[in-house]
């Protein structure tokens, strides 16, 4: 059974840095794209960030790009999401994503996830992240 699990969120002061986890199980990250998404409640779900593990490829949005950065473990079938430079704006519950990896140019399907032209089709739990100002 596919699962993922998010871990690292907590309290920071603006200017601080996060790191979030998200351990995938019942998968090999290499055949998926995994994807971060971030929501405010009483607001729609925002695309963060995604990352093919196979090639490495990222998409950011334009709100993560030059602060947020995603990597992945094979080894521990992890995805990471480094958050720095956070801004009280970054205030969200996190969540992270996956989805069958697609033949194609891989970041453009990335895009097309964090803008929510295609959708993810497993969901973890969220992990919240509060930046105080």
């Known amino acids: 059974e596919v699962q993922l699990q998010a871990s690292g969120g907590g309290l920071v002061q603006a200017g601080g840095s996060l790191r979030l986890s998200c351990a995938a199980s019942g998968f090999i990250l290499d055949d998926y794209v995994i994807g971060w998404a971030r929501q405010v409640p009483g607001k729609g ?18 709100s ?19 958050m ?16 069958q990896l697609r033949p194609g140019d891989s970041q453009l399907f990335c895009l ?3 803008k929510g032209i295609y959708d993810y089709d497993r969901w973890g739990q969220g992990t919240l992240v509060t930046v105080s100002s």
């Open 64 to 82: 993560a790009k030059g602060r947020f950065t995603l990597s992945s473990d094979k080894p521990k079938n992890t995805v990471l999401l480094q």
């Open 45 to 62: 779900r925002e695309g963060v960030g995604c990352i093919s593990p196979r090639n490495g490829r990222t998409y950011y949005s334009d």
């Open 112 to 114: 097309g996830l964090v």
């Open 84 to 99: 720095n430079s956070l801004k009280p704006e970054d205030t969200a519950v996190y969540s992270c994503a996956a989805v």
